[in-house]
């Protein structure tokens, strides 16, 4: 079955930097569509970036958009979140997660199948 395990979360300080790491199994992973949503303490869970499958198309939420990168190598079957300027508001579960139509850039959670447990970064002022 689908596996997607995160890494990389942690504590870092108001501006600093993290580089969230997401390794797929199970599935034909250059033929997906990747995605990372966050979930704070509190709140619904968010979109924050998604990639096709070649890389060639990225869609990111207006909160991430000049502070995070999303990327892929899809020789390692893995998925990337660089996150630079971090703030408190970015403190949440980051979750990474599989969409089927390997062209989209859905910022939609019910367009993923397929999740990982997620890694909780935590952003202290």
């Known amino acids: 079955q689908v596996q997607l395990v995160e890494s990389g979360g942690g504590l870092v300080q108001a501006g600093g930097s993290l580089r969230l790491s997401c390794a797929a199994s199970g599935l034909t992973f250059s033929t997906y569509a990747m995605g990372w949503f966050r979930q704070a303490p509190g709140k619904e869970r968010e979109f924050v970036a998604s990639?096709?499958?070649?890389?060639?198309?990225?869609n990111s939420a207006d909160s991430a958009k000049g502070r995070f990168t999303i990327s892929r190598d899809n020789a390692k079957n893995m998925v990337y979140l660089q996150m630079n300027s971090l703030k408190p508001e970015d403190t949440a579960v980051y979750y990474c997660a599989a969409d089927a139509r390997s062209w989209e850039t859905s910022n939609r959670e019910a367009d993923f199948g397929s999740w990982g447990q997620g890694t909780q970064v935590t952003v202290s002022s």
């Open positions: 990639i096709s499958w070649s890389g060639g198309r990225i």
